[in-house]
Structures are given as C-alpha cells and as structure tokens.
C-alpha cells in the first residue's frame, strides 16, 4: 500500500464502545480518511473459531487502538493489528465482521445487558437417532474487552438463546465465549 495523503481516498468512521442504556454500543467519535483494501488473506481474529474476510488500512498517526473498530462503506471492521512502520503513519489489520445484537445472562425470566457481538463458527453436528435427529451447532461469540457474560449462562445472540460452555477472556482486547445450541430435527 502506497503512504501518502493521495492514497487517503476511503472516509472511515472511527468507532469507540460506549456504554448506554441497558448495556454497551458502537457510537461514531469521528470520521477520518483512509487507504483501504480487501486483501485475499482471512484474518483470523478469533484464537477459537475460524476467520473473516481481512482489509488492510493505512491512516495518519491517531488516537487508534484494538479497544475501537472503523466503519468502511457500512461495514464493520474488527481491529485486529495496529502497527506504525512509518513514522506518522498507521498500518491496520482488520476483519470484516458482521455484529450481532446480543443479550448477556438471559436466564429465568432476567434480561442482562445488551452489547455488540460477533458470531464466528466453530462446528456443527448431526447426529441421526431414531426416529429424530439432534442438531448441535457451536459458535464463538467474540465481544469487546469490557463485555463479560457468566460461563455456564444463557446468552442471546442474533435472536437465538445459547449457552456459554467457555470463557476465553486473557486476550487485553477481546473475550471470546464458546457458545452451543442443540436443536431436534
């Protein structure tokens, strides 16, 4: 990628997670220019399930870290590197992720906080036992650092319930929730 103000074409929004009624959201801080492009590369930004579409970004030197996302063309884009190989200038990674509208804790009747998730899959199962079958479909819910959800809990991303089976939350940016759902069919 080419460092210089001409290469600046793209208007990114710069995204910083805000607490606000009944829980967490993305909130707009400001709008700044970028060079950006789908790379032929997956980002594997989660640790636990499988990777997303990657883009690489350079912007000026700012107040950037893996706590925000940007904004490109609607798209969101789930920090993943931020390094200055250039004095002035910023070298993103980033995945592009589609968030999901989530709900922590949702168990006996309680409604927890609502946050901004990412749903990654993991795996899905069939098993065939007569006369049903069982669907058992596993995905990895990663959140910003500053959401946590109770292991062992219930969990509603996207409209569906899952149970949170694993917490992996030593990442300084991110946690990510191993979350499972069985289903007659």
């Known amino acids: 990628m080419i460092y210089g103000a001409s290469a600046l074409r793209e ?4 995204l910083e997670l805000a607490a ?3 829980g967490w ?3 707009s801080v400001r709008r700044t220019w970028a060079g950006a492009e789908l790379t032929d590369r997956t980002n ?17 030197r700012q107040n950037l870290t893996l706590h925000n996302a940007l904004r490109w063309k609607g798209q969101h884009l789930f920090l993943t590197s931020i390094v200055e190989n250039i004095p002035g200038w910023l070298d993103v990674q980033a995945a592009l992720v589609e968030p999901a509208a989530c709900r922590g804790n949702v ?4 409604n927890g906080p609502t946050f901004p998730g990412v749903l990654v899959e993991k795996y899905l199962r069939h098993e065939q036992d007569h006369p049903m079958a069982t669907t058992t479909v596993c995905y990895v819910l990663v959140t910003p650092k500053a959401v946590e959800i109770e292991p062992k809990g219930l969990v509603e991303a996207g409209g569906t319930r899952y149970v949170v089976q694993v917490a992996h939350t030593l990442d300084g940016w991110k946690n990510e929730y191993e979350i499972l759902r069985k289903g007659d069919k």
Do not use: T
């Not at 989660?46 to 000026?60: P, T």
């Not at 168990?107 to 309680?110: A, I, L, N, P, T």
């Open 20 to 22: 606000v009624e009944g």
């Open 25 to 27: 959201a993305w909130e």
């Open 107 to 110: 168990h006996r009747g309680e």
């Open 44 to 60: 594997l930004f989660s640790k636990v399930g499988i990777g997303a579409r990657d883009v690489r970004l350079v912007l000026r």
């Open 11 to 14: 208007r990114v929004e710069v």
